[in-house]
């Protein structure tokens, strides 16, 4: 009786919200996992009136094996490789200098975080223009101004590259989050008393080893949740990709543009089979984290 | 210090969350809109029951109550057609009160929405579909009814063509009836940038694509212009398809959709070939384009020619430019006396709650009055090929075309969904953007991916 008077007004509480969460994610998560398991590969299976078989893991090993989809999961390597480098150096040398009581430091933050404030589809578009892959005489965008300020050997035909076209999309998106991982730094940096910096001054210190022993250390958690959240939206990009280049330019494909594509031809099967594999991968770079946080929290 | 770190975190995966919270909202929207529209429809048909009969004006038809109707049309010529045919309802039906289920998006979302309405047993009465192939889904999910009834009742199979009835029909029964009639081979050029290039722009109707790229070639050495303009990978399938029929004919250009004609053969590959060379006369950015941007190139006469289907006039006259003098048009390279055709259509859906009211919708989509109203504003031509349309003031074009549209051989789109399913054409998509992208595919792996796309 005691005990219900202790947790019984928590629970009630929670139960509204552990009960939406159930359903429309986890319930969601499994009954995606079982699609994912069968032969609707058509309009007419998923309706009910041509039927449809149960057939294990097929879906999942013949993806890995198809050379599209292998394409699009190297596609969504090189662009979290690059894009989480990118958004990070860039980030973290914004948050450094601005660190270093820059004048004007409220003027350079707000600049810095705007483009996270445009929508990914606004900023696409403008990017899409941006990205021409004219070069020579028709060049616009970024090519032309490579024109104007001398730089002709940079020109080149950003997306449209069978093997490097992904990395043209991630420059908007390092253009978009950079702010945001500045932001996140600065919190670390004003975080970091000055007594701290001032002793190891004292002791002898130098500006490398000052970094290196005193300030690096005390960043590492803002450096570990930011590498969690860029890596967890480059594994989910979409929205750029679908403003920039579009749904079925091949060159810029990633898993999440399979999965819609296959889901519009009626392929639902393989369609949840990507799902899946994408929440795999998510869930490879979270778990370890969520371990992690756990163990500091008991601590 | 430790105070600050967990706030960042904390802001941090707040703003991640919120992330996530706006990406769940269209979904969200998705279905409480699947929910809602029968409810209205209920409601609106208590209220039409409330009001007293009046049907007795109708000129000679008794059908009241309500009639939804699923389309893609919501904006520009499109929406102004829907209304000009909501306009002819009206005055067909005066007792049908029509809801209009429209959403934007025919490529993909409006597919979708119209898919989960479909699966929950909730129907609108009659939806739009591309006539042919792409209804295929449609028919062997059980989702539209037979309506070859409707076209004796309303007289049609004597007023559209046989070569349109024969591509409709499946297993001796239709599933939709033809609203509008588009064609896809068509080759648009600018008049000042084919005298720039020293092309008499009366000379345009090509015998062989070998002629056009001659042409081309001639442009690309004594002129800075585009020879040809092109948009994203649906463009280039769309002239891939005119290159198949202009080198394979008519025939075995439908043969392919039917296992007669091989996909892996030297015919095929020969086509594919002079793709590849025509797609080397156009524009680098193509892939960052729509349809219009690409005929944008010749309205402003930087690029000389541009194939497309007749979706463009409105286009064209819109920027003012007149047929003719500013512009020219012919059939595409080595594709005269063939039509290449895609169509919007309407079925009558299976299970709809107004089975009347559809009747009543597909008797005035299909009407002379209809056709006329709807045509006259979209810039198609009439399905039916008993109209006058000189008399009804059809445009030039619109009346050339539909000559040849009652002459011509009719073939049907692969990439409008006419002649090859949804599956089929986004393998091909898929196929060509890997072929047109510099660095990738050769032109016989192009091949072989195109045979399996259409292979079984």
New interface residues.
């Given amino acids: 009786m005691r005990k219900l008077k202790r947790y019984g007004p928590p629970i009630l509480l929670i139960s509204p919200s552990l009960f939406l969460i159930g359903l429309f994610v986890y319930v969601l998560i499994f009954s995606s996992a079982q699609t994912s398991m069968t032969d609707i590969y ?3 299976q ?2 009910g ?2 039927p449809h078989t149960f057939v294990w893991f097929t879906n999942f090993i013949d993806l890995l094996k198809d050379g ?1 989809f292998q394409h699009s999961l190297k596609n969504l390597l090189l662009y979290t490789l690059v894009f989480i480098t990118g958004a990070m150096f860039f980030g973290f040398l914004w948050a450094w200098l601005l660190d270093k009581r820059a004048r004007f430091e409220g003027v350079f933050r707000s600049v810095f975080l705007f483009p996270m404030a445009v929508s990914s589809v606004a900023a696409g578009v403008v990017w ?2 941006l ?5 020579g ?2 060049a ?1 965008g970024l090519n032309r101004l490579f024109q104007m300020v001398g730089l002709d050997f940079l020109e080149n ?1 950003w ?5 490097f ?1 992904i990395v043209a999309v991630a420059i908007p998106a390092i253009w978009q989050m950079s702010g ?1 991982i500045m932001a ?1 730094f600065l ?2 940096f ?4 000055t007594e ?1 910096r001032e002793a190891a001054r004292v002791d002898g210190a130098n500006e490398f080893k000052l970094y290196r022993y005193v300030i690096f250390p ?1 960043l590492s ?2 450096a570990l ?2 590498l969690i ?1 860029l890596g ?2 480059s594994l989910k990009v979409f929205d750029l990709i679908m403003a920039i ?7 810029t494909k990633v898993p999440a543009v399979d999965m ?2 296959l ?5 639902f099967a393989n369609a949840a089979a990507v799902g899946i594999i994408l929440l795999l991968v998510v869930l490879v770079l979270i778990v370890p984290y969520l371990i992690h946080t756990a163990r500091g929290d008991k601590r | 210090m430790r105070r600050f770190t967990p706030f960042a975190i904390l802001a941090a995966v707040g703003l991640a969350l919120a992330g996530c919270g706006t990406s769940n909202e269209p979904s969200d929207d998705t279905s409480t809109g699947a929910e809602n529209t029968p409810e209205e429809t209920t409601a609106a048909a208590t209220d039409e029951a409330e009001t007293p009969d009046d049907s007795t004006e109708a000129g000679g038809s008794d059908v009241s109550g309500d009639v939804e109707v699923f389309t893609w049309w919501t904006a520009g010529s499109e929406a102004l057609g829907l209304e000009a045919l909501q306009g002819v309802l009206a005055a067909k039906y005066p007792d049908v009160n029509f809801i209009n289920g429209g959403v934007t998006g025919g490529g993909g979302s409006a597919k979708e929405l119209l898919q989960t309405r479909l699966q929950a047993n909730q129907p609108p009465d009659s939806f739009q579909v591309h006539a042919g192939k792409e209804a295929q889904d449609y028919i062997d999910a059980g989702q539209v009814t037979d309506v070859s009834a409707l076209y004796e009742e309303f007289g049609l199979t004597d007023v559209f063509p046989q070569d349109l009835l024969d591509m409709l029909t499946q297993d001796g029964k239709i599933y939709t009836i033809p609203s509008n009639v588009h064609r896809a081979n068509v080759l648009w050029a600018s008049v000042p940038a084919l005298e720039q290039a020293g092309i008499d722009p009366q000379a345009t109707t090509y015998a062989s694509v070998d002629d056009f790229i001659a042409d081309l070639q001639k442009i690309q050495d004594s002129t800075d212009l585009i020879p040809l303009s092109i948009g994203g990978t649906w463009t280039q399938v769309h002239l891939l398809e005119c290159v198949l029929i202009a080198e394979l004919g008519p025939e075995a250009y439908l043969g392919l959709f039917d296992g007669t004609t091989d996909w892996a053969g030297s015919e095929v590959g020969g086509a594919l070939e002079k793709f590849g060379t025509l797609i080397g006369f156009t524009n680098d950015d193509r892939d960052q384009y729509d349809w219009e941007p690409a005929s944008q190139m010749v309205v402003d006469g930087t690029a000389v020619f541009n194939v497309m289907g007749d979706w463009v006039p409105a286009l064209l006259d819109s920027t003012g430019l007149v047929d003719g003098t500013d512009y020219v048009w012919a059939p595409a390279p080595g594709t005269d006396g063939v039509y290449d055709f895609l169509a919007d259509s309407f079925s009558l859906a299976q299970g709809a709650p107004h089975p009347d009211g559809a009747k009543a919708w597909l008797d005035v989509i299909s009407s002379a009055d209809g056709q006329e109203a709807f045509n006259k504003v979209k810039g198609s031509i009439p399905a039916r090929t008993d109209l006058d349309l000189a008399a009804l003031g059809f445009s030039d074009y619109q009346q050339q075309a539909a000559q040849s549209f009652a002459t011509d051989a009719i073939v049907g789109s692969i990439q409008h969904g006419a002649a090859a399913t949804i599956q089929q054409g986004n393998a091909t998509n898929d196929a060509v953007s890997k072929f047109t992208t510099s660095g990738s595919t050769d032109l016989e792996t192009f091949q072989s991916e195109l045979a399996a796309a259409y292979a079984g």
């Fill in positions: 058509t309009n007419p998923f309706a009136t041509r599209d899409r223009w990205l021409n892959s004219n070069v005489d028709r616009t035909k997306t449209n590259n069978i093997s076209g945001y996140l919190a670390g004003r975080g970091i008393p701290l005390q958690p803002v949740s930011a959240i967890h939206m280049t579009g749904a079925k330019f091949y060159p819609y594509n889901m519009t031809e009626g392929n």
